[in-house]
């Protein structure tokens, strides 16, 4: 409802539910319709952002306005992420229909140096950016205002997305080892794309049901993100449908139920999508992905509709427990034994969950019925139908008996047309539980269905066994159980929600948490609740263990659909706090060992829970890892998890140090690779202006990386000086071998790696721009940003108190040393020795005892090394604090247990502590490694509003410019400039290197952008 003044007046919309004003994207961004009353804004968006390495909170709302003409701010009605996380569907009351594109900006020309005018006719209009910044790029306007004439049967019934024309790799439940006992077994299932798809995999389409029966498709085209409508009526008949649902088969056809309010009837209808010229396209594009169908090729998508089933309404009065016994032995999950006869009831609600991944899997009818009982308590009975065609239930017998006698039957005609096919309901099970249901879904790849009552309670169901997983008693974990495949089997459940108002109710894409905000309450705030644990409380190594791999495998399942685990992560933390608050019977542990252990189980777990191995790589690999996403999501949890503990960083300066080095090595490597294909193209005498500026921008935004790089290689000089120093006297030394992360580094595989592999890109650039250099001044053509960029190269280089290509040999040396010792010592140990030891060194920065060995011998020929090669004074004292690795520049972090790890409202935080702090009101630039300035409002958990009238969005409305405005990392909290810091007035068109990280941070995280 809508005031006078343009206010809301918040109230469930008639045909909408709690769960359809609100939606998780894997992406980790909450889009949620305003819950109360007076609001100025009717969308927000919200994520969890970490707020200091302890804590976390659901960011305070952003809005995003969806205005009409007038200003005029209609009720939303729908709010849903697409497949890929990137669209966002929504609808009003009225049956307007808006798509929103998150993570792009209006191109603004003036201040990226472009004269529209040069441009030519298919350039870009808008720009990549941080995913809380959305444009609209879709309107589909029925009505405009609160003056125009309103037609209700436009409003919204049904909704869905299309799937994505992709494969899927699926974890599959973790096995337990029968032999041992003690270990789990990890393997997956890749399927192909199922469902209904559009046709082009990188294109997306939904399709909507209105009360009036008009089903509409809304798809993308062959190249660009503009959607098109593409409409049809179920039927000829006048109706109104008051419960509906739109779900897909797995051969790609469209099943809508719809139950009409005039006849009374529950209605299914299949629709058929023909692609036209899209399909054809899709084929083409794999060869060519700029290929455009001639127009005159263009044959355009088109739909067809066929009722397949028509029934009356089940008569309620029927179903009591002492009448319904067909019903019980059908069922599959136990009905709640207390529940009374029902009196009374009506229909609730229809649902259809679509066929999962699974070949065999079908698509699942489920009806609602609301009963009350004789005490006035809620009851809900579902019941889940399968559609069979009425041709399959015909005998053979029948059919040939048909045939004898002259009768066709669709069983036996080979032309009969599929359009006189009809189909039948059967029941497969039959659900009774306690409480009225708000609204049913899927979760985890369509694996589980989702209830969601009106009192804030989830049920969470395999689909496969049809059994409450979130609910069910867990008697023992010794033996440990069988299978592990939600985190619900290790004893988690949902927590309660304490409320009396109407929720708008969602659970997140992990299944570890869920967020809600009440109708009408007062706050427009989200507040977020992670599982409990209420089963097998204990502290013991078998309870850590089978929680680690409970924890694991819903990462691995993150990992492999690309889903945002920070809501994991947040639970980890609350885990761990519950671990600490037990008393230890073991007077040999402490609670900061227990979390150590347990940290560094899940860590360790997670590796093997997607399969990755750090032994399986080599010097050659770094090519493949510089683009592996397990990698970087694994040092990514790492990191997280590392700043956790008080007693040892060696594990967060690991996963943080090779996460910079794969940052920034494959900065130098694309750079090296940019520039060397343009200097290929032209001779140095034919070198203009323009290229000198794009090259010299391509060396200036790599100069803060050159300058890490440099750096950390000294600082891994020095701790092997110092380690030299204090060999025989390690008790005058704050350094030693246990805590050094020089050794660790030099010594497991994956690390070693990129640092030789970065000190040969270097050595390339250096050699490269030096040829540049003198044949570009040979030619004359030395113009001022080459000459400038070149002179600061130069002098970082010409500064370093480290000879390079001297520590490259060193390192080489290792690696061949390290090869050798380990052919020797690993001789006879049992299988998985080795990679146990390369989690020990990356993991946890421990040295095993042969590794020790090893270790010790590197230190002897680095100290041989470095007195006859270089000058050790300058090494030794050269500052390279800014860094913040390593012991002397910890700093110790407080108890675990005196932190809250999740604040809610009214308790948010309104600033966050930025990881890489150069000042009180300076930064380090995660991705440039550059010094930016911090002003008052940078860290600000508030981010900028956007208001979708019309087209348009006012995210700058502070009128600075991208070149000036920060953006923050959701999880580890580092801090970039949006836009790259031209300094020679290049266009921003050239495509540096860090366009890679427009979206995500150098962890993989995502950016959110923030006010400056």
Request: hydrophobic share 35%.
């Amino acid at each position: 409802m809508i005031t006078s003044q343009g206010h809301l007046s918040r109230s469930f919309p008639s045909n909408s539910k709690g769960t359809d004003l609100i939606s998780w994207s894997k992406n980790g961004f909450i889009a949620y319709s305003t819950p109360i009353q007076g609001s100025k804004d009717n969308l927000y968006i919200s994520y969890l952002e970490n707020i200091n390495g302890r804590s976390w909170q659901l960011s305070k709302p952003q809005s995003i306005s969806i205005k009409l003409e007038n200003n005029f701010l209609p009720e939303l009605s729908l709010v849903s992420w697409s497949n890929s996380s990137t669209d966002l569907a929504i609808s009003d009351i009225y049956g307007n229909f808006y798509i929103l594109l998150a993570g792009i900006g209006l191109l603004d020309l003036g201040s990226k140096n472009i004269n529209p005018e040069t441009l030519p006719n298919n350039y870009p209009s808008y720009e990549i950016t941080s995913y809380n910044h959305m444009e609209m790029i879709y309107r589909d306007i029925i009505n405009q205002d609160d003056t125009s004439h309103v037609n209700p049967g436009a409003t919204f019934v049904a909704f869905k997305w299309l799937n994505l024309e992709k494969p899927q790799i699926i974890n599959k439940p973790a096995t337990l080892n029968q032999e041992t006992k003690k270990s789990y077994n990890y393997e997956v299932n890749q399927f192909q794309p199922h469902g209904v798809t559009h046709p082009i995999s990188t294109k997306q389409a939904c399709v909507s049901l209105r009360q009036n029966g008009q089903f509409t498709l809304y798809y993308q085209g062959e190249h660009k993100v503009e959607y098109h409508k593409l409409s049809i009526d179920l039927s000829d008949e006048v109706s109104v449908i008051s419960k509906a649902s739109i779900g897909f088969t797995n051969d790609k056809q469209i099943i809508t139920t719809i139950f009409d309010s005039i006849t009374k009837k529950i209605l299914i209808y299949k629709i058929t999508i023909d692609w036209g010229f899209l399909v054809d396209s899709a084929k083409r594009q794999k060869v060519d992905p700029h290929y455009h169908t001639p127009k005159e090729e263009q044959k355009k998508p088109t739909l067809s509709v066929r009722k397949i089933h028509e029934s009356e309404l089940v008569q309620t009065n029927i179903f009591d427990d002492d009448n319904d016994n067909d019903g019980d032995e059908k069922m599959d999950i136990e009905i709640d034994q207390s529940l009374s006869k029902y009196k009374f009831g009506q229909l609730a609600s229809i649902d259809l969950l679509s066929a999962f991944a699974e070949p065999s899997s079908e698509l699942d009818i489920i009806i609602s019925y609301s009963f009350e009982n004789e005490f006035g308590q809620s009851i809900s009975s579902l019941f889940r139908y399968n559609l069979i065609d009425e041709s399959s239930l015909i005998s053979d017998a029948f059919g040939e008996l048909g045939l004898r006698k002259n009768i066709t039957t669709t069983t036996t005609s080979t032309s009969t047309s599929p359009s006189t096919n009809k189909s039948k309901l059967v029941l497969k099970d039959k659900i009774t539980r306690s409480g009225r249901i708000q609204s049913i879904s899927t979760a985890s790849a369509e694996y589980f269905m989702l209830i969601y009552y009106e009192n804030g309670h989830i049920d969470v169901i395999d689909r496969t066994t049809m059994k409450i997983v979130n609910d069910k008693h867990i008697d023992s974990i010794d033996p440990p159980p069988n299978t592990i495949c939600s985190i619900f089997d290790v004893g988690f459940r949902f927590p309660k929600v304490e409320t009396k108002n109407p929720l708008i109710l969602i659970a997140s894409p992990n299944l570890t948490s869920f967020a809600y905000t009440e109708i009408n309450g007062n706050s427009i705030s989200l507040t977020l609740k992670v599982v409990e644990k209420e089963a097998h409380l204990g502290n013991s190594e078998l309870e850590l263990f089978i929680s680690s791999v409970a924890f694991a495998f819903r990462h691995g399942y993150a990992c492999y659909t690309n889903t945002c685990s920070d809501d994991i992560i947040a639970l980890i933390q609350t885990e761990l706090v519950r671990l600490s608050s037990i008393k230890i019977e073991d007077s040999t542990k402490s609670s900061s060992v227990i979390s150590q252990t347990f940290i560094e189980k899940i860590i360790t777990e997670s590796h093997r829970a997607i399969n990755f191995h750090l032994d399986g790589f080599s010097k050659d690999s770094v090519d493949k890892l510089l683009s592996s996403p397990p990698l970087q999501k694994l040092l990514s949890l790492q990191l997280v998890l590392g700043d956790l503990l008080t007693d040892n960083h060696i594990v967060s300066d690991i996963a943080w140090t090779v996460l910079n080095l794969r940052s920034t090595s494959f900065g130098i490597m694309f750079s090296l690779s940019s520039i060397f294909r343009q200097i290929s193209k032209k001779k140095p005498s034919e070198d203009s202006l323009q290229d000198s500026i794009t090259r010299g921008e391509s060396i200036i935004s790599l100069i803060g990386n050159f300058k890490w790089l440099i750096d950390l290689l000294v600082y891994i000089n020095q701790e092997l000086l110092q380690l030299a120093y204090s060999k025989n006297n390690p008790g005058n030394s704050k350094l030693n071998i246990h805590n050094s992360i020089a050794l660790p580094l030099i010594l497991s595989k994956v690390p070693r790696s990129f640092l030789i592999y970065a000190l040969s890109t270097i050595g390339k650039t250096h050699e490269m721009l030096k040829k540049l250099h003198r044949e570009l001044a040979e030619a004359n053509k030395l113009f001022s940003p080459m000459k400038e960029s070149l002179s600061r190269y130069f002098t970082i280089c010409n500064n370093s108190p480290l000879t390079l290509n001297l520590f490259e040999n060193y390192l080489r040396e290792c690696d061949a040393l390290i090869s050798k010792e380990q052919s020797i010592r690993m001789a006879g140990k049992e299988e998985g020795y080795a990679l146990m030891v390369e989690q020990k060194l990356v993991c946890q920065g421990q040295l095993t005892e042969d590794m020790e060995r090893v270790g010790k011998i590197l230190i002897d020929r680095h100290a041989v090394n470095i007195n006859r090669d270089m000058k050790v004074s300058d090494l030794y004292f050269y500052d390279v604090d800014w860094l913040n690795i390593g012991i002397y520049r910890y700093e110790k972090k407080s108890d675990l247990i005196s932190q809250q790890v999740i604040y809610s409202y009214p308790n948010l935080k309104d600033t966050i502590c930025p990881r890489f702090q150069y000042s009180e009101k300076e930064c380090i630039d995660v991705l440039r490694k550059v010094v930016i300035s911090l002003s008052e409002n940078s860290l600000k958990t508030i981010q900028t509003s956007n208001n979708s009238n019309n087209n348009k969005s006012k995210n700058n409305s502070n009128g600075n410019s991208n070149s000036n405005k920060l953006r923050k990392c959701t999880r580890c909290r580092a801090i970039s400039l949006v836009s790259d810091p031209l300094v020679f007035g290049a266009p921003s068109t050239i495509g540096l290197w860090t366009m890679v990280f427009q979206r995500t941070c150098i962890c993989g995280s995502a950016w959110v952008n923030v006010e400056v």
